[in-house]
């Protein structure tokens, strides 16, 4: 006989049973060392760490869409791009805490009013590829009508605050340690972020709207004849997603001080979906390693070629990128945490053989 072919769906295992007091230590633990390491780097690493906090969140949020829904949207920049505009529209203002939570909810009304636009015109095409290609259409638009609203957004030149509003609040505070600076505040800030929307998008997956979405994700046909209006849960995913992404883009704007139109180009989401695809697409903590691994490598990228000028290779970064990820689908196609619960999945079945 044949050896038994396991098929995991990583995402039917998120909260598939109680942690353990094993698995809770070891979190705590790992909530500690990031709550400690602040005070070990320099502020340099730091802005670096809250970067992939908050862009570990954009990537989950593209993964509610490609990972358990099934949807391929080109056009996720929109919604972060218009959140990073919203911060730093907002904050530019005056930075300090009510500004912030305006921007907030001015990001969650707009992200919730296009993402249901795009719902409803990606839901018209009806199919992946058209949809997709009607995104990548919708977020054209919306970036080049950035790039011409020069009174608002200051066009190709975009917007940036000052380094003394950085931070709002209690995020401005620094501790002195070793005679630097260290933007305490600022880190943790965006590592609460992180942690929330981590616990608010899991729980949406393992609720019935979110059970609902993965059988639409495995059979639409199928979820339709079970009397499931799919568009209306299309539609649901495509707001929590858009959602998610606002915030995310939000809190970025207090990091990076800056929006331009970049951040509304197809290259950004292109960022999101490497990053689901290389920590697993359908796992939503795969976003997160993805998010730390890609823009670590980015940076290290950058500055290989700032200090070796010479070699034009480095002026490339995406070419070192893109043979990762090549590497990353033929030998682990389901992503990095995708081929950790598919070991788990085998270790449970051995010991189910070794049972009979």
């Given at each position: 006989?044949?050896k ?49 906090f ?30 990073v ?32 636009l ?78 929330v ?60 001080r800056?929006?331009?139109t ?33 823009t ?41 945490m ?19």
């Open positions: 006989m044949g038994a072919k396991v098929k995991v769906n990583a995402a039917d295992m998120i909260g598939s049973k109680k942690m353990s007091p094993v698995q809770i230590g070891a979190l705590l633990a790992l909530i500690a060392t990031f709550v400690a390491l602040p005070f070990f780097i320099g502020n340099t690493t730091i802005v670096l760490v809250c970067r992939i908050i862009l570990g969140v954009y990537g989950m949020s593209y993964d509610i869409l490609r990972g358990y829904t099934g949807i391929i949207n080109l056009g996720q920049a929109s919604f972060f791009g218009s959140g505009y919203i911060g730093v529209l907002a904050l530019r203002r005056e930075a300090d805490m009510l500004h912030f939570i305006v921007a907030l909810l001015g990001a969650t009304v707009f992200c919730l009013l296009v993402g249901f795009y719902s409803k015109i990606v839901l018209l095409t009806g199919g992946v590829v058209p949809g997709a290609m009607i995104t990548l259409a919708l977020a054209e638009i919306v970036r080049n009508l950035a790039e011409r609203w020069y009174t608002v957004t200051g066009g190709q030149d975009g917007l940036s605050l000052r380094a003394s509003s950085l931070a709002i609040n209690f995020t401005s505070a620094s501790i002195r340690l070793g005679g630097r600076d260290k933007l305490i505040g600022l880190y943790l800030f965006t590592f609460v972020f992180l942690i929307m981590t616990l608010v998008l899991r729980q949406f997956v393992m609720s019935p709207t979110g059970r609902v979405l993965m059988a639409i994700r495995e059979n639409d046909q199928r979820a339709k004849f079970l009397g499931y209006n799919t568009d209306h849960y299309k539609t649901i995913a495509f707001l929590v997603s858009a959602v998610a992404s606002g915030l995310a883009g939000v809190f970025f704007s207090i990091v990076v800056f929006a331009g970049d951040y509304l180009s197809i290259q950004t989401t292109l960022d999101a979906l490497l990053m689901t695809l290389v920590g697993g697409t359908g796992t939503l903590y795969g976003a997160i390693i993805g998010s730390g691994l890609v670590y490598l980015q940076n290290l990228l950058l500055n290989l070629a700032r200090e070796y000028s010479d070699f034009r290779l480095l002026r490339f970064p995406m070419i070192f990128i893109g043979s990762i990820y090549v590497a990353i689908v033929m030998f682990m196609p389901s992503g990095i995708g081929g950790v619960y598919k070991l788990q999945a085998m270790r449970k079945l051995k010991k189910s053989q070794a049972n009979k």
